[in-house]
């Protein structure tokens, strides 16, 4: 049998990727030229490598043919190996945070529970615990790992097949998430979430719903929102801003940026709000604030305990009971009640500086009078002695140069204490203005001065101190001394301005 | 730098502490006589000596002479109240680099170490 008539009884198929040869043997007359050189020969020509051959298949198709050429056969007898295509990577969360979210999740179990309960006496402090998983900034999330490793493949011609590499993994969210070597780390801090398909950090968070037992305490590094109520006696803190749409009862809020209550706060005199920044309420009701920056008050304060180190901005508002400190300007609509309820309003002032400045005054007078005794005492051992001995030499040196220090320690304390003055200085030019009334028993602190109002303003005032830091209103078109409306007497609860600093301000 | 203050007065040394350490100087040994200086000497290898003169034991102007028997590079500064020129001129040919008269104030002493510590370190 010539080559040409091996070419038409012999055929080979393949598989896609032609890693599997099968050889076709069609009928023939003349069986015997199908052997397996003959057959392994043909193969090499259609350039299959012999690595690649199975020489007992074909040895056993060539022997099935001899027997009984009349049956046409198929058998495989080339294979080269499939490639190994790299699997979908696995996400493997770093153990501290694997810790995290259980303990997160175990929290809303326990306070599911909690709810069911009706009995006070639980266990679990839920104000103290939280459900929320808080990432800081560069802490290690995850790991990629990659289940199998590609490996390429080759045909039965010696063909380099290419596994495909791993798929790029679409979850994890490049803004929040910085992936290097499979390693996850976290852009920036905030809440960690991870669903069936992603990962991400949320910078701030906005809960949906009420802040209870389900969420715990949140103390979150991002700015928070809070369109839920928040239970009484939970507490919220956030790294920047805070903004809640619904009222606030007995909580505790705190800020590192501005707080937003959209509508108010009804603190039962225990809610408290700590804001490093501004503060923009509905009303305030029965609450204790320490304010960073500005207040602005759309409705009413009552009872509460405000200290701002800015202004008070509430021309609408009134103002009835408790203490509001402003370090700057004040407006209000009416302060005080027609029913006289004692409101006090000091103005002028942050108290921290004024403990200071009166501390460093304190000192500089005792400092005072220990350098003035201990002059007095080389004054006498001066006039004691006619020619000093080595020994008198040394206990003068000692005395003076006590002195010298004392002295010395005078200055440091006096430019502190100018510091401060200075500081002090810069709210010297407060003023209230009230757009509708002063009611009879409110108490108004300026600097040097307190102020009792006994009986009623009624009608748009302005009271500030004079270029003498004497308290002065500007009343229906005039500008009086407040003394003609109020009892004004001195008092050092806010330290009087220093007269330099008034005409500098004005 | 290390400093050696040399005076058998506790005063004097404290008050030449504050002086050094208001100057930024703060690692100092002390000695209360000349004998306890010499013995702390090679332990402690200071960069400076400010010296007393009249001491127990062993007084400033022996400690300077034997001082200098071993080393004639480290500033010695005598810090005494003997005032006479020829003690001066003694003081200086033993050795000694500067001379401050007692009673001195902070800022004298301040100056004289520094204008000693300036010529020594340019010498």
């Known amino acids: 049998m010539s080559a040409y008539d091996l070419d038409t009884i012999l055929k080979l198929s393949y598989d896609e990727h032609k890693v599997v040869a099968t050889l076709h043997i069609a009928p023939c007359e003349n069986p015997g030229s199908v052997t397996p050189d003959m057959v392994t020969a043909y193969l090499e020509g259609q350039g299959i490598r012999r690595q690649f051959m199975y020489p007992k298949d074909i040895a056993e198709i060539c022997a099935e043919v001899g027997a009984d050429p009349s049956v046409p056969r198929a058998c495989v007898i080339a294979r080269g190996s499939e490639p190994v295509n790299a699997s979908k990577p696995e996400i493997v969360l770093d153990k501290e945070l694997a810790e995290q979210i259980d303990r997160a999740e175990r929290h809303k179990l326990d306070a599911q529970d909690a709810s069911k309960n009706t009995d006070d006496d639980q266990p679990i402090n839920f104000y103290e615990m939280s459900s929320i998983v808080i990432v800081v900034r560069g802490q290690r999330l995850a790991q990629i790992e990659q289940t199998t490793e590609p490996a390429d493949g080759v045909d039965v011609f010696g063909q380099s097949i290419p596994a495909s590499e791993s798929a790029t993994f679409d979850a994890i969210d490049p803004d929040s998430i910085q992936l290097k070597d499979n390693v996850c780390f976290a852009r920036h801090s905030g809440e960690f979430v991870q669903t069936a398909s992603s990962l991400r950090v949320n910078k701030n968070l906005e809960i949906q719903g009420d802040v209870d037992f389900s969420t715990g305490r949140i103390d979150f590094p991002g700015s928070v929102c809070i369109h839920g109520l928040i239970q009484d006696n939970f507490s919220v803190k956030s790294g920047k801003d805070l903004d809640i749409r619904s009222l606030v009862g007995r909580a505790t809020l705190e800020s590192l940026g501005s707080t937003f209550l959209a509508r108010g706060m009804a603190g039962k005199d225990k809610g408290k709000i700590i804001a490093w920044g501004d503060l923009v309420a509905g009303y305030l009701e029965s609450v204790h604030a320490s304010i960073g920056g500005d207040v602005r008050v759309k409705g009413e304060i009552t009872n509460s305990t405000l200290q701002i180190d800015g202004s008070l901005d509430a021309p609408n508002a009134s103002i009835r009971g408790g203490e509001i400190v402003v370090a700057k300007d004040a407006v209000a609509s009416t302060i005080g009640s027609e029913q006289g309820i004692t409101t006090v309003l000091v103005l002028g002032t942050i108290p921290a500086i004024e403990v200071l400045t009166r501390q460093a005054g304190e000192l500089e007078d005792k400092l005072e009078s220990v350098i003035e005794n201990r002059e007095k005492k080389l004054g006498s051992f001066n006039a004691a002695i006619g020619k000093p001995n080595a020994s008198q030499i040394e206990e003068r040196m000692e005395m003076e140069f006590a002195l010298h220090e004392l002295r010395s320690r005078r200055g440091v304390l006096t430019n502190a204490h100018q510091s401060l003055s200075r500081l002090r200085s810069r709210h010297s030019k407060c003023s209230l203005n009230v757009k509708r009334a002063i009611y009879t028993k409110t108490e108004l602190y300026l600097p040097g001065h307190r102020c009792v109002f006994e009986r009623d303003i009624i009608g748009e005032c302005t009271i500030s101190l004079d270029r003498k830091g004497i308290p002065v209103i500007e009343y229906r078109g005039e500008s009086k001394p407040l003394r003609d409306f109020a009892k004004v007497v001195s008092d050092e609860r806010v330290l009087a301005a220093d007269p330099d600093s008034i005409q500098n301000a004005a | ?123």
Do not use: H
């Open chain 2, 1 to 123: 730098m290390r400093i050696m203050l040399i005076d058998d007065s506790k005063t004097m040394r404290n008050i030449q502490k504050s002086v050094l350490k208001q100057l930024g100087y703060t690692e100092l040994e002390e000695a209360c006589d000349g004998q306890d200086a010499l013995s702390k000497v090679s332990a402690f290898k200071p960069d400076l000596c400010l010296v007393d003169w009249n001491m127990p034991n062993m007084d400033g102007l022996t400690f300077v002479k034997k001082f200098r028997e071993t080393d004639k590079t480290t500033p010695l500064i005598m810090v005494t109240t003997e005032a006479e020129k020829s003690r001066v001129i003694e003081a200086i040919k033993a050795g000694v680099n500067n001379y401050v008269v007692k009673p001195f104030t902070p800022d004298l002493l301040s100056e004289r170490i520094t204008e000693t510590l300036s010529k020594c370190g340019a010498a």
